[in-house]
Structures are given as structure tokens and as C-alpha cells.
């Protein structure tokens, strides 16, 4: 079963762009995953899924300022011109046969 | 537009059971593998349940195997979540999703609903 890791917080400034990581573990390096984000207090909203080629498909309404690529293990979440509403947890998820797994989530301040 | 309605949480004691449901509309139902999700309060996401789209396969996290099962009702587009032996840390709001591909599991959650609170606690 695949273990997703991802660092507990990041913080980036009104305006500029910030890169999340999630990290696949040993074995699992080519795997699917997929982004989500949740606003405080609401239910996670699905932004995209990245492959390990960097191929990434945005989900329904999801602004272009978000993207997806990918490095060996790493998927990653860029988000550009950030803006307030982008404080918020993100979670990445991947799956197999008999199982969904999410990593721990990052907590996004925006100064 | 796709729209997952959850009802059914509540207050309970240790050892009780509660059944959750989950209304779909929006989309062809019978299509889609579904799942639930739960979240413990200030905690991440957590996996529960997969049901396949026909209700022939189901999937627990080992946590919960034994104790909680997943069902469907095509017919009326319904997903539900039976929890039996509750501990107070099955605590959390619970989450009714779409995972995206149609007729497979392997794709992502692309849609999910509100979330139910379920509190466990005498």
C-alpha cells in the first residue's frame, strides 16, 4: 500500500506562487495522484489529478492559476497570482487495488 | 451538476450504530464506484469504504472491517454506510464521494458531498 507524504505547512504571499509536494513512497513511484483542497470549515473540493509524466487533468471550475507536475516520486501542486481564498489544507490521494490513501495534508497560509 | 447530499449523523453512545446515507443525483449513479471518507476533528482525511458500482465488491479500511458496511441502492440512487460497535474515536465528519472513473476504481474522488457529523461519546 502506497505511502503519501506531504510537509505540515507552507506559507507564500497575496500575489506570488507557491509549489506543495506530495511524495510518493519506495515502489510507487510512478503512480497516479490526485489533489484536493479544503477551505476552512467546508468539505474537500477535487482540483486535479497529476501522472508521473507530469500529465495533469484539472477538475470542473478549477481556476488555470492551479497546476500540476511531477519529479521521480514527487507530484506537486503549483498554485500562481495567489490569492486569499487560497488558504486552505491540500491533500493528495492515490490508490490500488483495494485501498485509497491520502497523505497527511498541507495547511496553506497566505500572507 | 453532481450534487452527494449526506444525512443520517448524530450524537451516539460507545457500542451503538448508526446508518448513514447519501443522496446522488446529477449524474447516472449506477456508473461509479462510490466511497466514504471521514475526518476526525483538526485531523486529515481518512479512507473508509469503496463499493463497486454494481454493490458486487466492497473495500475497508481495517479499522472499521467487521464493524461498518457499505451498501448501495441503485434504484434510488443511494449510497449508505451501516456503523455498528462505535468507539468514541470513530468521531468525525463523514464523507459521501464520486471516485471519477466510470466503471473502475482505479481514478480519483472527483466529487464529494458535505459531510455528516458522527460524535461518539456517552
Known amino acids: 500500500q502506497p505511502v503519501l507524504t506531504q510537509s505540515s505547512s507552507a506559507s507564500a504571499s497575496l500575489g506570488s506562487s507557491v509549489k506543495l509536494t506530495c511524495t510518493l513512497s519506495?515502489?510507487?513511484?510512478?503512480?497516479?495522484i490526485a489533489w484536493h483542497q479544503q477551505q476552512p470549515g467546508k468539505a474537500p473540493r477535487y482540483l486535479m489529478k497529476v501522472e508521473s509524466s507530469g500529465r495533469h487533468n484539472k477538475g470542473s471550475g478549477v481556476p488555470d492559476r492551479f497546476s500540476g507536475s511531477s519529479s521521480g516520486a514527487d507530484r506537486y501542486l503549483t498554485i500562481s497570482n495567489l490569492q486569499s481564498e487560497d488558504e486552505a489544507d491540500y491533500y493528495c490521494?492515490?490508490?490500488?487495488?483495494?485501498?485509497?490513501?491520502f497523505g497527511g495534508g498541507t495547511r496553506l497560509t497566505v500572507l | 451538476e453532481v450534487q452527494l447530499v449526506e444525512s443520517g449523523g448524530g450524537l451516539v453512545q460507545p457500542g451503538g450504530s448508526l446508518r448513514l446515507s447519501c443522496a446522488a443525483s446529477?449524474?447516472?449513479?449506477?456508473?461509479?464506484?462510490m466511497t466514504w471518507v471521514r475526518q476526525a476533528p483538526g485531523k486529515g482525511l481518512e479512507w473508509v469504504a469503496n463499493i463497486k458500482e454494481d454493490g458486487s465488491e466492497e473495500q475497508y479500511v481495517d479499522a472499521v472491517k467487521g464493524r461498518f458496511i457499505i451498501s448501495r441502492d441503485n434504484a434510488n440512487n443511494s449510497l449508505y454506510l451501516e456503523m455498528n460497535s462505535l468507539r468514541v474515536e470513530n468521531t468525525a465528519v463523514y464523507y459521501c464521494?464520486?471516485?471519477?472513473?466510470?466503471?473502475?476504481?482505479?481514478?480519483?474522488?472527483?466529487?464529494w458531498g458535505q459531510g455528516t457529523l458522527v460524535t461518539v461519546s456517552s
Open positions: 464521494a464520486r471516485i471519477g472513473g466510470r466503471g473502475y476504481s482505479f481514478a480519483p474522488i472527483d466529487y
Open positions: 446529477g449524474f447516472t449513479f449506477s456508473n461509479y464506484w
Open positions: 519506495s515502489g510507487h513511484s510512478i503512480d497516479v
Open positions: 490521494e492515490t490508490w490500488d487495488r483495494n485501498s485509497r490513501v
